[in-house]
């Protein structure tokens, strides 16, 4: 009797995993960030080598950002009241496919490469996986997340006291050691997203995903061309 309860209780586990997600290549419902805000400005990190692997990442094959067409919306209308206040959007990474979370894991598991290590000066790289820093199903992968500053209108730069994809506790929206200037900055950017209907993370002050997003159980893979 013990061994068909666990036989059975097996099988619902595999079976909840199983629907509990789905992978998909359907971008009918995407589109780039520049269709609709045409003044943001980009520097998509996974298209280059600037970035903690230090390779150029899987999946992406243009410097593009891509958004369901909700989050594109939503997001529209955070640019529009940074706008008001003398910003435009920076981005730096929005839908990112699977593969490339997959090539995260990769590189994480290669004891060979270390990457640039100035995106995680005092970790391991082992300790990525751990504390929030690179998982390996991303809320990016659902299409309604994007990783993203302000700068002003003339392009200058604007300080947050820390950089995208900084895995230390800098990255913290709420760190302490921040000055006034940063403070009033993540503020800024932050008060903007949550009232266009985002919500952020604790531990990057650059992330934020719809909070009514379209597809909460589905990770796209399509790739970003």
Not at 8 to 30: E, G, H, P, R
Request: some cysteine.
């Amino acid at each position: 009797m013990k061994k068909i309860f666990l036989v059975i209780f097996t099988l619902l586990c595999f079976v909840s995993t199983s629907f509990a997600s789905q992978i998909s290549y359907d971008k009918s419902n995407f589109a780039p960030i520049y269709t609709v805000i045409d003044d943001a400005a980009y520097d998509i990190r996974y298209y280059s080598t600037n970035n903690f692997t230090g390779n150029k990442i899987n999946g992406y094959k243009a410097p593009i950002a891509y958004l369901t067409k909700e989050a594109l919306s939503a997001l529209s209308v955070a640019a529009q009241d940074l706008r008001n206040q003398g910003y435009r959007l920076l981005i730096w990474d929005s839908y990112r496919p699977q593969k490339a979370v997959d090539n995260f894991v990769e590189w994480i598991n290669n004891p060979q490469d270390n990457g640039d290590k100035t995106f995680y000066p005092k970790l391991k790289k082992s300790d990525l996986l751990k504390g929030n820093y690179i998982a390996e199903k991303s809320g990016h992968t659902r299409g309604s997340t994007v990783d993203l500053t302000i700068i002003k209108k003339d392009g200058s730069f604007v300080d947050m006291g820390g950089t995208f994809d900084l895995f230390s506790n800098i990255s913290h929206p709420d760190y302490k050691k921040l000055t006034k200037e940063q403070k009033h900055n993540r503020k800024i950017l932050h008060d903007a997203m949550i009232k266009a209907g985002f919500n952020g993370i604790d531990s990057e002050w650059w992330h934020f995903t719809l909070k009514n997003e379209p597809y909460p159980d589905t990770y796209f893979d399509f790739d970003v061309e």
